[in-house]
Every structure is written in C-alpha cells, then in structure tokens.
Nanobody, 123 residues
Framework: QVQPVETGGGLVQAGGSLRLSCAASGRTFRSYAMGWFRQAPGKEREFVAAMRWSGAITYYAESVKGRFTISRDNAKNTIYLQMNSVKPEDTAVYYC????????????????WGQGTQVTVSS
C-alpha cells in the first residue's frame, strides 16, 4: 500500500513563498507520475501540477503557471511544490497523489491520495 504524506503547509502572506513536500512510503510502483491537487472551501478539487517519473514532462494548471514549480527526487520518492507569488485564491488544502500509469494527465488515474496539508494565504 502506497501512502503519500504531505508536509509544508501553513500561513503565508500574499506575495510570499511556500514549499510543499510529499513523500510516498510503502510499496511504490516502478515508475509513476505524481501530482498536486487542491480543494478550497466550498469548491471542487482541482488539478495544480503533475510530473512524470522521468521528470522531463510536467503539467500545470493555468492559474499557477509561472508561479508554482513542481520537482521530484525519485531516490527519496518525494515530490515538491514550490509556490511563489502566492495569492489569497491559492488558499486550499493541497493533496498529493500518485498515478501508476505515469501519464499524469487524468485525475482518474491518480490514486493513493495523501491526507492533505492546509495552505492559507492572507491578503
């Protein structure tokens, strides 16, 4: 059973930065994409960013392009989300998930969700 665990959330002022981490423990797949999603209060969960196993292919939501950067360390089974120039609308619970198909393009392919970490951006 693969279990991702997110860390790094917290309170940050608008314009500031925050770095989230997600470590996948347990029996991991040979190669898999990992991604970040978020859910704000009263809203649907939405895709934020994803990266394939090789690290060569990444995907970003339009709302975070140019501000957020996803990266990974396969030796540590860990991905990161560097969040810069954050905005109040980035406030949400951020979830990490694993896509064993290594496509990273379809939310339905993502399973093994973490418990989430709260990010709150104050204005």
């Amino acid at each position: 059973q693969v279990q991702p665990v997110e860390t790094g959330g917290g309170l940050v002022q608008a314009g500031g930065s925050l770095r989230l981490s997600c470590a996948a423990s347990g029996r991991t797949f040979r190669s898999y994409a990992m991604g970040w999603f978020r859910q704000a209060p009263g809203k649907e969960r939405e895709f934020v960013a994803a990266m394939r196993w090789s690290g060569a292919i990444t995907y970003y939501a339009e709302s975070v392009k140019g501000r957020f950067t996803i990266s990974r360390d396969n030796a540590k089974n860990t991905i990161y989300l560097q969040m810069n120039s954050v905005k109040p609308e980035d406030t949400a619970v951020y979830y990490c998930a694993i896509d064993p198909t290594d496509r990273g393009t379809a939310e339905l392919d993502f399973g093994s969700w973490g418990q989430g970490t709260q990010v709150t951006v104050s204005s």
